[in-house]
């Protein structure tokens, strides 16, 4: 198994609809992330989870709403999106978020909005 | 608040070429480093890592990068850039990522 699996790796929605990306990792690490990449821009942070608790929302918009269930599932639920959403959005993971060292990712969820 | 800066957004070398990419950063301690790689389509794998000891690190692919701290840079560094280099380049402080530096390789 990968280390990161992230579902679906495409995802086109309307700006009406409702839709979760899924991250799954199997490395037994505690802290959990959402990035979102966009072109010519860096990677921006969205959200850290650690030991299934939010530590960190770098003023994300409402209309992005993580869940975390456990320290080896992490999802996004995305509502009444806007064009501009359209990304790749990265889950990762790390042994701890305090010194979080190497981050492995998965290989991302392309997210189109219409 | 710690920052990451790639000044350079596009390099092409030709292959078998030497490779510098640079990165320069601000963080008031001794930062934790890194250098991923993102092939099109794909997730970021990580290159090498600097938490601290000798500032010159090696990493996969044959990839090194040297820590400058009188300069704040944390540059990448490959002798002989093969066709399968050519990628995005990110460097990273912690949770925080520079722009990246899309590397293209001419044959």
């Known amino acids: 198994e990968t280390g990161v699996t992230q579902t679906p790796r495409h995802l086109v929605m309307g700006m009406t609809n409702k839709k979760s990306l899924k991250c799954e990792q199997h490395?037994?690490?505690?802290?959990m992330y959402w990035y979102k990449q966009s072109a010519k821009k860096p990677l921006e942070l969205m959200f850290v989870y650690s030991l299934e608790e939010r530590v960190e929302n770098n003023s994300v918009p409402s209309r992005f709403s993580p869940e975390c269930p456990n320290s080896s599932h992490l999802f996004l639920h995305l509502h009444t999106l806007q064009p501009e959403d359209s990304a790749l959005y990265l889950c990762a993971s790390s042994k701890t978020d305090r010194d979080p060292g190497e981050l492995f990712f998965g290989e991302g969820s392309r997210l189109t909005v219409l | 608040a710690q920052s990451v800066t790639q000044p350079d957004i596009h390099i092409t070398v030709s292959e078998g070429a030497s490779l510098e990419l640079r990165c320069n950063y601000s963080?008031?301690?001794?930062?934790?480093l890194f250098w991923y790689v993102q092939s099109p389509g794909q997730g970021l794998q990580l290159l090498l890592k600097?938490?601290?000891?000798?500032?010159l690190v090696q990493g996969i692919k044959g990839f090194e990068a040297e820590f400058k701290r009188s300069q704040s840079s944390f540059n990448l560094r490959k002798p002989s850039v093969h066709w399968s280099d050519a990628a995005e380049y990110f460097c990273a402080i912690k949770l925080t990522f520079g722009q990246g530096t899309i590397l293209t390789v001419h044959p």
């Open positions: 490395l037994g690490h505690n802290a």
């Open positions: 963080y008031g301690a001794t930062p934790y």
């Open positions: 600097y938490f601290s000891g000798d500032t």
